[in-house]
């Protein structure tokens, strides 16, 4: 038996799973500084 299949799907999902977690920190990055833009606003507008 050719294990050859086994091996791309194997790649095909440790690739997918590599892609999503570097997607994971960038949105999770990208949450945290529209969070801290989003609070820097109220507080000067509460405080003018």
């Known amino acids: 038996m050719d294990a050859s299949p086994l091996n ?3 790649l ?3 690739s ?5 977690y570097a997607l994971y ?7 945290r500084d529209g ?3 989003a609070r ?7 405080s003018g």
């Open 8 to 10: 791309a799907l194997v």
């Open 12 to 14: 095909g999902l440790i």
């Open 16 to 20: 997918t799973a590599g892609v999503l």
């Open 25 to 31: 920190f960038v949105i999770r990055a990208g949450v």
């Open 35 to 37: 969070i801290r833009q």
């Open 40 to 46: 820097g606003t109220a507080e000067s507008r509460n």
